[in-house]
């Protein structure tokens, strides 16, 4: 089993290595999109034979078709690495694991052939047609982006996503991902042979929550998907999950496995965010949780 992580950051660089050197195995590689807004320097310190960054950066805006462009771009880069990579595990600057990277292979084994991606059929709580029906233009059209948010506000931005995705059913659900190398493959050729697709969550809100959803959804892997393996406290009506905290720590030291029951269906979670380099000390504290329930599962054997 190898895994390719692929990892789209802009801030904490501490975090980032101490989360490579977590998951770090024979079986696993690294593949790093720093947003281009960012400075390279702040992250040139971390290194290794495993770890791969893109040459081809991108500013990143928050809830914008960028953040599709950049996964895009580090699934194309994985894919053609000479190593062929089984699953590949997308992340954000401000996860990290709550199980070691051997665990996480041995899981990803057990479970060969399964799509862990947290996804309903829109509309959802939490997910409204509104949300794809209305249009937002991106950063790089400020006097557009301008004209419609006031639009929006009135009821007169919206479409009908049945005019331009055909028969496509919208789905949604979280941003991070872990896929098998046939469904990134599959994402690739689709969004190359259906350019109306991408153009059309070009223009929609958060279109990392909803374009791979989609896609996926509408295909054959629809029937091999279960729950993404990423835990995150979204409290209402937030618009960004919550910092975590030395209590969601305790609840990881607690349990043997990490399981949620959701919407999204029940399943084990192996990730955690969001933490930042501001607290350390708790990454301390999951490294040695970490460390001890390997140590245990080791034991048991």
Sequence with gaps: ????????????????????????????????????????????????RSVFFSEWRIPVHWGEFSFVEATLGLIRQALSSTSKYDYFVLMQGADYPIRSGVYIHKFLDQHDGREFVSMVKVPAPGYPLSKINTL????????????????????????????????????A??????????????????????????????????????????ILGNSRFRDRMQRSLLYRYWPAPGPHPAVLTSQDVAFFEKEEKVLLDDQFGTGEVLFARKFSDDDLELIDRVDAMIERKDHLSAGAR
Aim: aromatic share 12%.
């Design 136 to 171: 937002r233009f991106t950063s790089d059209k400020p006097v557009r982006r301008l004209i419609t948010r006031c639009l929006a506000k009135l009821g007169l931005a919206t479409r009908d996503y049945r005019r331009h995705l055909g028969d496509l059913q919208p789905y």
């Design 1 to 48: 089993m190898k895994v390719a992580y692929l990892i789209l950051v802009h801030k904490n660089p501490r975090l980032l290595a101490r989360a490579i050197h977590a998951l770090s195995t024979e079986d696993s590689a690294f593949f790093i999109h720093i947003d281009k807004k960012s400075r390279f320097d702040n992250f040139s310190h971390i290194s290794g």
């Design 173 to 214: 659900g979280d941003a991070c991902w872990a896929l098998s190398r046939e469904a990134c493959q599959y994402l690739l050729q689709f969004s190359v042979e259906n350019p109306h697709v991408t153009s059309y969550f070009r223009c929609t809100f958060a279109p990392e929550e909803s374009f791979f959803h989609t």
